[in-house]
């Protein structure tokens, strides 16, 4: 299997002297497509930040990051959003939906940027509601959804446009355990169809879920290759 996600040597550095931070120093990853791995380390462990270097959305100080076989360190900005928009999608702990959007609406806004056409848009974004199970949720706005619902929105605005990686960040941090398994469900099932997902979460019953996990520590990677089956729902088993 092909990689998709192969870090080299990468460090983010903020500050310097006294003040500097490293965040990330010296990671070396590889995440193959079709694979479905969760993030997790304590507070400061540079997961986050390694999870915005994957989604382009911040530059390392020093290495090469490689996705979908570009080296995407040496793109200007315009080329990194390009990327975001048309081969990765976001999912956060926060749904970030517009409340004054319907379902419809909220999930067609990436394709307006990628310039797909009004009927294609609208026909596309309710596929993907189509697919998390909310294909009578069309018309309705945040305010009128459950946490779940907004959350399956936002997952399905992460497909729209069909990407090769759906990046997670604490997705079902704000869910009850029976929401949480329905979305690590859709997850699952996406992942089945061929999506790469990489999920940053500190909840060790959703790590399980996931096919392998990847420890942070002090901005390294400590474990690349962890079984699901060797982490605890109190302790972690390295």
């Not at 120093?25 to 997790?40: E, F, Q």
């Not at 009128?144 to 907004?150: E, K, P, V």
């Not at 959703?206 to 474990?223: Q, S």
Request: aromatic fraction near 6%.
């Amino acid at each position: 299997m092909s990689s998709l996600i192969t870090l080299q040597n990468i460090s983010k550095v903020y500050g310097s002297g006294n003040t500097e931070v490293k965040a990330l120093w010296d990671v070396n990853l590889s995440i193959n497509k079709g694979d479905y791995c969760s993030i997790m380390g304590p507070s400061g462990s540079g997961k986050s930040t390694a999870m915005n270097v994957i989604g382009c959305l911040d530059r390392p100080t020093h290495g090469h990051y490689f996705f979908d076989d570009q080296d995407v360190a040496l793109l200007n900005d315009d080329t990194l959003a390009a990327i975001r928009n048309r081969k990765i999608g976001f999912v956060f702990q926060q749904f970030h939906l517009l409340p004054q959007l319907s379902a419809l609406d909220n999930v067609a806004l990436p394709m307006v940027y990628g310039g797909i056409p009004t009927a294609e848009r609208r026909q596309r974004a309710a596929n993907a509601l189509q697919q998390v199970g909310l294909g009578n949720r069309l018309t309705n706005k945040p305010s009128q959804l459950s946490g779940g619902q907004q959350q399956r929105v936002a997952i399905a605005r992460a497909i729209v446009n069909r990407p090769l990686l759906l990046l997670a960040d604490e997705p079902t941090g704000a869910l009850d355990t029976t929401t949480t398994e329905e979305v690590m469900k859709i997850f699952d099932e996406l992942n089945r169809g061929g999506i790469t997902v990489v999920m940053v979460t500190h909840e060790p019953a959703v790590a399980k879920l996931t096919k392998r996990i990847v420890w942070f520590r002090d901005g390294e990677v400590v474990n690349a290759h962890m079984s699901p089956d060797n982490i605890g729902y109190g302790t972690l088993v390295e």
